[in-house]
Antibody, heavy 130, light 107 residues
C-alpha cells in the first residue's frame, strides 16, 4: 500500500519561504498514471488545491498561487516538494500531499484530462507567525 | 475561476438516506469526485468518476450525476458517517476545484 508522509518546519516567519517534502513509500513515484499534488486546508475551512508535479518534472499550479509556488520532484529519493514564497498569516493551514490519478476521457470528439486524489498523507500543520 | 457549490450542512436520522449535491461540474468532459473527512483526519476518496466506489467503501455509499450536478447518496446512514464531505472536479486547464464542503450531521 502506498503511503505518503509530509515533513518540514511547523513554524515559518512572515515573508519567508515555506518548504515541505512528501516522502512516498510502498510504491514508486515514477509511475505513468500518477501525478503528485499538494492541497491545503486552513483551520475550520475547506480544501484548496495548490498544484501538481509529474514524474517528468512538469508542473501545474493553481492560478491563485502560481506566482509564489514551486513544486519539484526527486525520483531518486521517491519524494516531491513544495515551496511557497512570501508567506503571510493567510498561508497558515494543514498541508496535505496526495497521489493524483490522471487520465483522458474522449467526449464529443475531444480529449479531456481528469484528475483525482486517491491516496493522501496525514497532513502537517504550518503556522506563519513572527 | 471554477466554482463548485455544495450545501453547508445536511442532517439526517440514523437509518435514513442522506443526499449531498454539488453543482457546477463542467461539461463536457469532466467527472465529479467525493471525499469524506472526519475531524483531525485527512480526506478519503469515497466516489470517483461520478459513481465508482473505491475498494473498501461500503455499497450504501453511491454517486450519481444529472447534467452539471453530482449527488452523493448515503443509504442507511450510521453514526460513523458523520463527517465533512467535499466534491471535486477539474477545469479544462487541469486546475482542481473543490466544493466548499458539506457537514453531515447524524441526529
Amino acid at each position: 500500500q502506498v503511503q505518503l508522509q509530509e515533513s518540514g518546519p511547523g513554524l515559518v516567519k512572515p515573508s519567508q519561504t515555506l518548504s515541505l517534502t512528501c516522502s512516498v513509500s510502498g510504491g514508486s513515484i515514477n509511475s505513468g498514471v500518477y501525478s503528485w499534488s499538494w492541497i491545503r486546508q486552513p483551520a475550520g475551512k475547506g480544501l484548496e488545491w495548490i498544484g501538481r508535479v509529474y514524474p517528468s518534472g512538469s508542473t501545474n499550479y493553481n492560478p491563485s498561487l502560481k506566482s509564489r509556488v514551486t513544486i519539484s520532484v526527486d525520483t531518486s529519493k521517491n519524494q516531491f516538494s513544495l515551496r511557497l514564497s512570501s508567506v503571510t498569516a493567510a498561508d497558515t493551514a494543514v498541508y496535505y500531499c496526495a497521489r493524483e490519478r490522471f487520465g483522458q476521457l474522449l467526449e464529443q470528439r475531444s480529449y479531456y484530462h481528469f484528475y483525482y486524489m486517491d491516496v493522501w498523507g496525514k497532513g502537517t500543520t504550518v503556522t506563519v507567525s513572527s | 475561476s471554477y466554482e463548485l457549490t455544495q450545501p453547508p450542512s445536511v442532517s439526517v436520522s440514523p437509518g435514513q438516506t442522506a443526499r449531498i449535491t454539488c453543482s457546477g461540474i463542467a461539461l463536457p468532459g469532466q467527472y465529479g469526485y467525493w471525499y469524506q473527512q472526519k475531524p483531525g483526519q485527512a480526506p478519503v476518496l469515497v466516489i470517483y468518476k461520478d459513481n465508482e466506489r473505491p475498494s473498501g467503501i461500503p455499497e450504501r455509499v453511491s454517486g450519481s450525476r444529472s447534467g452539471t450536478t453530482v449527488t452523493l447518496t448515503i443509504s442507511g446512514v450510521q453514526a460513523e458517517d458523520e463527517a465533512d464531505y467535499y466534491c471535486q472536479s477539474t477545469d479544462s486547464s487541469g486546475t482542481v476545484a473543490f466544493g466548499g464542503g458539506t457537514k453531515l450531521t447524524v441526529l
